[in-house]
């Protein structure tokens, strides 16, 4: 999919899409690089998509080569170099548009915020090309901003208004291991939070943003990160907050820090996630609800928060190995993340909601963020970049093998069952060939290729996932037998939810993972009042939606009944996405036709047997407009 | 209640209460009149409020004799006459606010909405009082009115923004007998909806309004209101202009009006009406919504939108005597329009939604529009004083002895079941003493006074009602033996839903007339999503809802369980509405405690035995803040 996306974001970015209003992105740098006139077009952080953008690039190169692709971002890195300032400064906004306003609004202004992307894109290239002049330029920003923010005498104390700095300076102090880059990312996370903040002098938004939601919550700056335990504010905001928390501990094995993570990681992935691994079901201030709010009509679930919970949730199995993360990794990955995007790779979604009646979409006023179908770009284009950078990042998420930092578990853990290959040792010169289809049929070989060497690895035992077995040379060493969810007793056996193999491989060992992938229901803690009455429909880590245009109108007037006569349908036969599989089941339908023009009635609703499909969440919506549904009705 | 509710009203306009913010309302008009200084102050239709409460006290004076009540108009009508202009006009916003903005934001300024209802509280001051100063106050600005509005040369081609002064100039016709006044009002009625309309060109509200639901369909001026067939836009506009459109229609006997009429009604009692009898799902616009489109959380649902849709069931059943209007009338007066008020009368809701989650609605922002409790009064305070004039008008829509319009139907029809008495004959002098209690247990008795008469009375029977039956003199002449709704069969034998019995009253005469009232599950139509695989509870004409207070939190955890084992409880005994029931019934919940920390997963929620209560949904929010819902789940 790749190799559809990076070219045609580059085109929409450079304003080349026919039907797309301009995005003005790398016209910006063309404006602040003194090589065309003009004025600034697009949002005030209009820069980081072409960071984001350069980051997703370098992730494609990394896949396969491609001249035109590095010329491309070569081009680009020219005319970062041109527009830069003397001092190192880089944001076409303020250059262009609002100079002399340089750090006049952290709190909204997305500075520090464009600044980071720009970063992750400059130590991406670096890392997969060797070529460090984008790099050097960054840094140079950087150490300007090192000038400038800090504690001390005559430095501002800010911090960003919108975390993404501090993942891209840790990223920085990894591929420089320079510490001045981990204390100014320290200062961002530890400064965070102090009272007063500066945050609430800071310009802002308009009058029309002067309410609670704006607040500094929004921020999550009401108290120090180390004492927050609720998520609050805008989803993205702490996504990218939490994650940075994350590398933060973990560089330092600050036992603080990670207790308010895991007080977070349990009240976002306990009280305040869709089942498709979204979050923040608020749209005003693109922010979390209260517990158990989770409206599927209404919700925000923006994919770039589906996203930042990925990057979080990579960052806890890096801080401790548990499988409870990589599950939901995995279901945010399979579910709300690549929700924002069509199988073309050409259209996304902002939001993404979990249930969608299009006449009530389009005539409600509270529900006009939410997108009947995926659109080509949008005016705030953070998600499109963001899809592209993760879907071209994959492999960082699917294993992990820590050393050299005493801080982290050691071992190579497999967190994602993907397809390819997976190497360890000083150069990779060991490894596995990984063959199967795990979304299919939950079936995935790993072959050891290499010299005779010693290696713990570990298998994530998915929880959704009660009968599943591990067979080493063909020979079942491991397995649960639950019928529903994770075999507990078997769950004993394993290292917080992953299976070990440590010995001496040797090449031509094979190790067979096999998880039972079959439909089933799940449902929600009834304090979820949105999805009382109803059942989910899930297939692996996959969920499911019924979509009019296999089962007509009104999708709430289907029940499902029980849970047997399922079959399963492949692409190929009935027009769904690779691999994946539809699910047709019988159920029953409640005849609106039947009741004439009554509106209410004492007679229940008269009922039809029909039988009901269902397709993978993340795919709907690629067929035309219609309703969506992924909670059913269920007796 | 009325007791409570008018004086407390007239402190409220006088800013004498204690806690409340300062309405203006009365102060603007003694700024107008040269009695005090100061700024104009509240909303720009403040003058409506006191319209309203004038009109209001006068029913009450029908009531009962009270001089200090009569002394209080008169000090009004002293001052109204005051801050009149030489000219006539009279509206204190643009007197003393607006000074040559006069007649320039009629679609959102109110000024002849304003003029409407001082004209009714005019009127029906004479009419109960004899005394006319105030409504030849009304009258002179009537007449301002007709020689700046029209369609001749020089005049303004305008109608109301909110229509309210059409009704108003029907009840003057109706009292002057005067031509010129309906004509002015069937001018207004049949210019609504030309096109291009002046609507457009006016200046309206703010930016923030200039989108979609504030455009000619919120005004139902997007085309001429004969070929209206759907109810759009606001709905309390909507309600008041079907309303006046029926006055026209049952004067004149205009067929293209009622055609119309006919199908907005089964549009709004078919597809956008709540089971309160609420209307206008819509906060933004406070408007209709698409059809089916019932959100019980969400409802806007104001209660002056109920009270206008049964000024408009009383003016449908006046054009034609259908029981379907009067089973409508009664469905939103004794739940919809009600729960505007608390049960002490100083306590008022706006907004009257079918569910009530308090954190949620604390927290959401698209839920601003809902209030968790009655508050004491609101900054635009349209509602209070217009539950105020309906009560205090309350027999005004018991019965109707139609005489001297060919247009309509003979008879006295009997619509709703209420204790008192009813007269007829030129001067009223004969009549029935009714007595009973149709709420408590559905029977009443019509006792004959007065000299031998004939005359057809004809009797509602309530479609909620299966098994009824009316006795003459101790003797059952008529029944129903329906185990649910309406005995089909019974109602062949009826007139529309009336049953009628015409003979020679005789001194002494007695009339039973019993309905079965007993608790009943109420199902929606399946397009209404919202209400998927649920249930609601009546009893008689009386919708109930689940209270926090009685069931604990979480009311989307109980599922309604079959129809044996329900008990009443009276308030003597339970500490609810005078008169009505409580009712007790099994049920089930699911157990939260016993999922953990999970917010998904794989087994159905656990299930505890318990007895739910409900009580009367008007009365709700009497004890405290919680939950509460209408809709409960069902299986």
């Known amino acids: 999919m790749c190799g559809e996306i990076i070219p045609y974001q580059y085109k929409v970015l450079n304003d080349e899409v026919e039907g797309i209003p301009p995005s003005h992105a790398i016209g910006n740098f063309q404006l602040a690089a003194g090589e065309e006139e003009g004025i600034y077009g697009g949002m005030l952080f209009q820069d980081s998509d072409v960071g984001k953008w350069i980051e997703a690039a370098s992730y494609a190169l990394d896949w396969e080569k491609n001249p035109l692709l ?296 509270d529900l006009q963020h939410v997108s009947k179908e995926r659109t080509s770009w949008f005016g705030c284009a953070c998600c499109p970049p963001n899809v592209a950078r993760l879907i071209a990042s994959l492999k960082d998420y699917i294993y992990e093998d820590n050393e050299g930092n005493e801080n982290l578990e050691k071992g190579l853990y497999i967190h994602l069952y993907v397809e390819g290959e997976m190497r360890f040792g000083r150069n990779g010169e060991s490894g596995f060939a990984v063959e199967g289809d795990y979304i299919k049929n939950g079936r995935i070989r790993y072959t050891y290729k290499g010299k005779t060497a010693e290696k713990a690895i570990y298998f994530r035992i998915p929880s959704w996932c009660g009968r599943w077995e591990i067979r080493l040379n063909d020979e079942r060493i491991m397995g649960g037998e639950a019928d529903g969810e994770r075999d507990e007793e078997a769950a004993k056996r394993l290292k917080k939810g992953y299976a070990a193999i440590n010995r001496q491989w040797q090449e031509g060992d094979t190790v067979d993972v096999a998880f039972e992938i079959k439909p089933r229901l799940v449902f929600a803690n009834p304090k979820v009042w949105a999805d009382a009455g109803r059942c989910a429909l899930m297939r692996g880590p996959v969920v499911y939606c019924l979509e009019e245009k296999d089962n007509g109108k009104n999708l709430n007037a289907i029940v499902v009944k029980g849970k047997e006569g399922w079959t399963l349908g492949w692409r190929e036969e009935q027009g769904y996405l690779d691999g994946e599989a539809a699910i047709s089941f019988p159920a029953e ?47």
Chains 1, 2 share one sequence.
């Open 70 to 365: 590095e010329e491309q971002i070569d081009g680009l890195v020219c005319l970062m170099k041109k527009a830069q300032g003397e001092d190192g400064y880089l944001n076409t906004y303020y250059t262009c548009k609002k100079p002399g306003e340089r750090f006049t609004n952290i709190a909204h202004g997305h500075e520090l915020y464009c600044a980071g992307h720009l970063l992750e894109g400059a130590v991406a290239y670096a890392k997969v090309t060797g070529k460090e002049e984008f790099l050097h330029i960054m840094i140079k920003y950087i150490e300007l901003l090192r000038e400038k923010i800090g504690a001390g005498q005559g430095q501002m104390r800010i911090y960003p208004g919108h975390p993404e700095l501090e993942m891209a300076l840790y990223k920085l102090y990894q591929y420089t291991k320079e510490e001045k880059y981990l204390d100014f990312m320290e200062y961002f996370i530890k400064e965070r939070g102090s009272q007063p903040s500066f945050l609430e002098k800071d310009s802002g938004f308009g009058e029309q943003f002067k309410d609670k939601w704006f607040g500094l919550t929004y921020h999550q700056a009401h108290r120090p990160v180390a004492e927050q335990r609720e998520a609050v504010g805008h989803a993205v905001r702490a996504m990218y907050l939490y994650a940075a928390m994350a590398d933060l501990a973990g560089e330092k094995g600050d036992e603080q820090l990670k207790q308010s993570l895991r007080a977070l990681w349990d009240d976002v992935t306990g009280k305040k996630m869709y089942l498709t691994g979204a979050v923040g079901s608020e749209a005003h201030g693109e922010s979390f609800g209260t517990a158990y709010d989770l409206p599927n009509d209404r919700a925000y679930a923006e994919t770039c928060a589906s996203i930042g919970l990925i990057f979080w949730a990579k960052r806890m199995l890096r801080l401790e190995k548990d499988s409870r993360y990589g599950d939901v990794l995995e279901q945010a990955l399979y579910n709300g993340a690549i929700s924002g995007i069509s199988e073309d790779g050409k259209k996304y979604f902002y939001v993404n909601p979990l249930m969608m009646l299009p006449e009530e979409a389009e005539a409600r006023y």
């Open 589 to 635: 339908r409640e005849d609106a036709e039947e009741w004439g023009n009554a509106l209410y009635r004492y007679k229940k609703s008269a009922r039809k047997e029909i039988k009901a499909v269902a397709i993978p969440y993340h795919s709907w919506g690629n067929r035309g407009c219609g309703e969506m549904a992924v909670w059913m009705r269920v007796e």
